[in-house]
């Protein structure tokens, strides 16, 4: 199972390519609080990602999910550093026992410590291809139009995604 971040849904949406998520094994939820601001603030505020993420909602590929109240809950919130949201999905993530899909940093140092696994928006694209369920080219183009798209990537990241992906070549 998984559980979603703004950043990969966003992503994913602005390339076109968040219907990648069906093909992985288990079902994939979005917390509310993560919905609230990538599809009810995204529709408002007009993003074209925003009625994508919304239209994979209606058509199942995404479960919106209330986030329990706990006392994982209660002490990331304390975290001055941690967003709603990203407790939102640290707390969903462990009550489902699922992996967190998200990039940013201390979200993810934050998993770390509270022993829930993380993913990140290239982990799944690669996965997808190793799946087979696009192809190498399909998968290098879409890690260059998130960049393009203002998704950040570092160079020394960018080189072992471009390695990894040829790597499915051979």
Same mark, same amino acid.
């Given at each position: 199972?998984?559980?979603?971040?703004?950043?990969?849904?966003?992503?994913?949406?602005?390339?076109? !390519?968040?219907?990648?998520?069906?093909?992985?094994?288990?079902?994939?939820?979005?917390?509310?609080?993560?919905?609230?601001?990538?599809?009810?603030?995204?529709?408002?505020?007009?993003?074209?990602?925003?009625?994508?993420?919304?239209?994979?909602?209606?058509?199942?590929?995404?479960?919106?999910?209330? *986030?329990?109240?706990?006392?994982?809950?209660?002490?990331?919130?304390?975290?001055? +550093? *941690?967003?709603?949201?990203?407790?939102? *999905?640290?707390?969903?993530?462990?009550?489902?026992?699922?992996?967190?899909?998200?990039?940013?940093?201390?979200?993810?140092?934050?998993?770390?410590?509270?022993?829930?696994?993380? !993913?990140?928006?290239?982990?799944? *694209?690669?996965?997808?291809?190793? !799946?087979?369920?696009?192809?190498?080219?399909?998968?290098?183009?879409?890690?260059?139009?998130?960049?393009?798209?203002?998704?950040?990537?570092?160079?020394?990241?960018?080189?072992?995604?471009?390695?990894?992906?040829?790597?499915?070549? +051979?």
């Amino acid at each position: 199972m998984w559980v979603f971040d703004a950043t990969p849904l966003i992503y994913l949406a602005t390339v076109e !390519r968040l219907r990648l998520v069906s093909r992985l094994d288990g079902p994939c939820r979005i917390p509310e609080p993560v919905h609230s601001e990538v599809v009810t603030a995204g529709l408002e505020e007009g993003y074209p990602d925003a009625r994508r993420i919304e239209q994979c909602i209606d058509d199942g590929i995404f479960e919106v999910v209330s *986030v329990d109240e706990s006392s994982l809950v209660d002490r990331l919130q304390r975290n001055p +550093n *941690v967003s709603d949201a990203d407790v939102a *999905v640290l707390a969903c993530a462990a009550s489902f026992d699922a992996t967190a899909v998200m990039d940013e940093a201390t979200g993810r140092l934050v998993a770390d410590v509270e022993g829930i696994e993380t !993913r990140g928006t290239a982990y799944l *694209v690669l996965r997808c291809t190793k !799946r087979g369920a696009i192809p190498v080219s399909e998968a290098r183009e879409t890690i260059d139009a998130m960049i393009e798209a203002g998704w950040y990537c570092s160079p020394d990241l960018y080189s072992k995604l471009v390695r990894k992906l040829e790597s499915f070549e +051979n």
